[in-house]
């Protein structure tokens, strides 16, 4: 049986030195995803980190390949107590100049069959990717998807 990958494929009116800068900065993350500060700009075996609104720590993964602005891998296992322990998966971005866009194609991968985790970012992924397409096209992130109790529970913390 063949291990589930998620792949998403978005254009972006943004040069890729822009979409990069969304993708890495703290900053700007926090704008489109939803709330979350997300760095990610170093070189292969610094760290991913991301915070939730409550400034909580919700990951600390290994940066595995940085070629900005074309590509972008890390590791991925959120470190909150009430989610699944399965073992970390991979993320890739990967950005490319097509016309006066930026061809933006996200694969996570990596999972174990059965992965409940892989259920849970094939929601979470469009939610904080079309907030990102919104962000830089227009200056504003999208509203979270999520249920109100999905919020909450991030924001008590691992």
Do not use: C
Not at 105 to 128: L, N, Y
Not at 132 to 156: H, I, V, Y
């Amino acid at each position: 049986m063949s291990k589930p990958t998620f792949v998403y494929v978005t254009y972006i009116a943004a040069p890729p030195e822009k979409v990069w800068q969304a993708l890495t900065k703290a900053d700007l993350s926090e704008q489109y995803w939803f709330g979350y500060r997300v760095e990610a700009s170093g070189k292969p075996g610094d760290r991913m980190t991301a915070f939730n609104p409550a400034g909580v720590k919700a990951h600390d993964d290994p940066i595995i390949e940085s070629d900005p602005p074309r590509r972008l891998v890390y590791g991925w296992k959120p470190l909150y107590k009430d989610l699944p322990d399965e073992r970390m998966s991979r993320v890739t971005f990967e950005l490319e100049l097509f016309k006066d866009q930026t061809r933006l194609t996200v694969t996570h991968d990596d999972f174990d069959d059965g992965s409940i985790m892989f259920r849970m970012i094939s929601k979470g992924w469009p939610a904080v990717l079309s907030s990102l397409k919104s962000f830089l096209e227009t200056g504003k992130g999208l509203a979270p998807s999520w249920d109100d109790e999905a919020q909450k529970r991030a924001a008590a913390g691992a």
